[in-house]
């Protein structure tokens, strides 16, 4: 169990801690803040990995760059207005992948092997299908306004045992092949008792909040410090940190925009959700880029 995960192991149940003395409405608020504050932030600095991945700063300018990541988050808010549904399930199965990528970064085989990408999407599928599992009600209501199409006949219960029984099938397959899964297995089980306790206990955005910040984006912002700056250290941190600030503040600017607009805690919540998705789309690319580069 690395250092990183042994403090979100304790971080999340001192966020639990919160939802035992905070009313549901304060845990929203507080989820939202945190993912302001580190969610949004750790995808913030996406151009800057570009740049290092393709170690082309001189051939292609960062107002390129820009125009093209800008271009990406475009298209994916243009697919959730015109075919949401469409949109809405690219962006679970981007985020499933994305997310058990983070869980599972240090697998590998003698040769690459396209069973670590199906058992990292199937191990992300999971961790969402949890989440949903716990929250039918809220989840429902906020696919609703995202897609206007009503899922109330899925049965989400149902639905984590199918996945749960394909991440069973993916990972014996994998045992076979990879070394260092058999290594990580038990205690990325002992990570899903953890969201399951998470997802069961806390509010939707809330818990949402408590995997999405301390499991995920804290630990790759450590992984984007160390790709970028060669270790991961208060200074390296400021740089990071300096240099995502303006991308940071203009997305952020973008989600006060949208909370002005649209005050009904319903449809922003739908909302805010959409704009995550059409983030993620670029945002997932880059760090496969960088993964792969590494």
Known sequence: MSKTNKFAIIFSFFALWINVNFSPNYQQVIGFVVIFLFGILHGANDLALFQKISETKKSISLKKLTLYYIGIVILGAVLFYSIP?????????FSSYHFGEQHWNTLET???NSWITIFQTIYGLFIFSLLF?????EVEKIIYQITNTSIQQLEFKWITICIG?????SGIKLNSISVKFKSEVVVNIFYLIVFAIIFKTADLVWAFAI?????????????????LYGSFTLKNFRSYFISAFPYWITSLLGIFILYYIFKDKELFNALFFSFLAAITFPHTIIIIKMQNSK
Request: glycine share 0%; aromatic share 16%; net charge negative.
């Open 110 to 112: 003698k040769e690459k």
């Open 211 to 227: 995997y999405f910040v301390i499991w995920h984006s804290i630990s790759s912002i450590e992984e984007q410090i160390n790709y």
């Open 165 to 169: 029984l394909l991440m069973i099938a």
């Open 85 to 93: 549904i469409v949109a809405l399930l690219l962006f679970i199965l």
């Open 133 to 137: 599992s716990f929250h039918e009600i």
